[in-house]
């Protein structure tokens, strides 16, 4: 599986940024695409998740409200829709793919959940 990530810049606080996950290989028996993020001398922290089987979704309490996962199966492509953008979203976001049995067990809130991971793509956010 490999993941190509895309649509980070600079924005203004309040503002919107939409990031697209490409994914190709074989993603049909992945069981979850989640978005994390770190920001500078911080830990990677969870962002939110979409399941590929029903469409649920998962979101850390620190964007409830503001950022929204959707997918598009035609083009295996996963978004995160990003509203109301504060300073503290300011981060490189990666995406990532949870493919295989294995992987599925474990809570898909945590890193570990995934074995495929996106290059990255910076957010700024500028108060």
């Known amino acids: 599986v490999q993941l190509q990530a895309s649509g980070g810049g600079l924005v203004q606080a309040g503002g919107s940024l939409r990031l697209s996950c490409a994914a190709s290989g074989r993603t049909f028996s992945s069981y979850y695409m989640g978005w994390f993020r770190q920001a500078p001398g911080k830990e990677r922290e969870f962002v939110g998740c979409i399941s590929r089987s029903d469409g649920s979704t998962m979101y850390a309490d620190s964007v409830k409200g503001r950022f929204t996962i959707s997918r598009d199966y035609a083009k295996n492509t996963v978004y995160l829709q990003m509203n109301s953008l504060k300073s503290e979203d300011t981060a490189v976001y990666y995406c990532?793919?949870?493919?295989?049995?294995?992987?599925?067990?474990?809570?898909?809130?945590?890193?570990?959940?995934?074995?495929?991971w996106g290059q990255g793509t910076q957010v700024t956010v500028s108060s």
């Open positions: 990532a793919v949870s493919s295989g049995s294995t992987y599925s067990r474990i809570d898909p809130r945590i890193a570990a959940a995934y074995n495929y």
